[in-house]
């Protein structure tokens, strides 16, 4: 499983996660701040898969 960040084309953050066939498996909501979205990709790896890798696709 990893994560991919996204800016979307009204500039708000999102990501999804995507399984090892690279499937996506969730979809978040947007958020305004990437930190924001970063935090929650943070919490989400600490509960569940602490190894996962996160790509950020936004250009920031």
């Given at each position: 499983?990893?994560?991919?960040?996204?800016?979307?084309?009204n500039d708000q953050y999102y990501f999804v996660i995507k399984g090892a066939n690279r499937e996506v498996v969730a979809t978040s909501e947007t958020y305004y701040y990437k930190s924001t979205a970063q935090r929650t990709i943070d919490s989400?790896?600490?509960s569940i898969s602490p190894n996962s890798n996160v790509i950020d696709m936004t250009g920031d």
């Open positions: 499983m990893y994560f991919v960040i996204y800016k979307s084309k989400i790896k600490n």
